[in-house]
């Protein structure tokens, strides 16, 4: 059975994903939601961010794209999509999606 994908923030376009972009990134959301695991180089834990928390990295034609997505039980929750500049993810980052998901899980 397929879980539902439940967005928070951000979101999956042309522009300004290419649409070649935006089809990986809708491939490896359809893949999740199916149950698959996705590993390197395609997904990979962010344990800075929260337990059961990834990111997607989506190499498009004039950025790499980032998905924060956690696995639960009921559905696969985005937090956050973001082009990347560097290869450390931002204090910033990390804070915003740390506070997404408190509130996200309060309500």
Known sequence: MS??????????????????GRQQAGLLLRALQ?????????????PSIGRRVHELRINDKDATWRIIY???VDAIVVFDV?????QKTSAQAIKRNKAR??????I
């Open 3 to 20: 879980k539902p994908l439940v967005w928070v923030a951000g979101e999956v376009k042309t522009p300004p994903f290419s649409f070649e």
């Open 34 to 46: 199916d149950g698959h695991k996705i590993g390197l180089p395609s997904s990979r834990p962010m």
């Open 101 to 106: 998901i408190k509130h996200y899980d309060s």
């Open 82 to 86: 973001f082009a990347k500049k560097t």
């Open 70 to 72: 956690r696995i639960d």
